[in-house]
């Protein structure tokens, strides 16, 4: 039996995945640390798009896999985590609505502006260690447990390239 939601098995292969998904896009970045990429996660796996060729992709899977094994778990955290997006979005405007709040007229919104983003300031400046903690406790989970990589498979997207990475 799950101890918590996080435990339930489709919420924590997601979680897994997404923690490997930030590990492979680390290991990546160190052979590419210009080339714009991204990464999608799912109970089955997950998606890095970005022009790349499949052998790389397999590679830094593989090599993400390892070091996760082997105790990195900060791989597993990532700047560029829609988390970290989604936790500043909802602080500074959560805060920024506070301050507005009760303003009746046209001109009392006006007169709350500056108040408003000070509050929002504070919101983003508190989600700079939140978003990493979030992913850190929630969104991600760096123990790998019995995850194994099935497939790496390459796709075209639009006009995306994109890597399938297939977990079980």
Not at 137 to 154: E, S
Request: glycine share 8%; hydrophobic share 45%.
């Amino acid at each position: 039996m799950a101890n918590s939601i996080l435990d339930l098995p489709f919420v924590l292969e997601t979680r897994r995945n997404h923690a490997l998904e930030h590990a492979t896009l680390h290991v990546l970045a160190e052979k590419y640390p210009t080339h714009p990429m991204a990464g999608h996660s799912n109970p089955t796996g997950f998606f890095i798009l970005g022009d790349l060729p499949t052998e790389d992709v397999q590679s830094a899977v593989a090599q993400a896999l390892t070091r996760l094994r082997a105790g990195e778990s900060g791989l597993a955290i990532h700047a560029g985590c829609g988390t970290n997006l989604a936790t500043t979005v909802l602080l500074a405007g959560t805060f920024a609505w506070f301050a507005m709040r009760g303003a009746k007229s046209t001109f009392g919104r006006i007169l709350r502006l500056p108040f408003a983003l000070a509050f929002a300031l504070v919101g983003f400046a508190l989600s700079k260690p939140l978003g990493p903690a979030i992913q850190q406790k929630i969104t991600t989970d760096a123990d790998m447990g019995n995850l194994q990589i099935v497939d790496v498979r390459p796709s075209l997207r639009g006009r995306v390239t994109a890597h399938r990475v297939i977990t079980q």
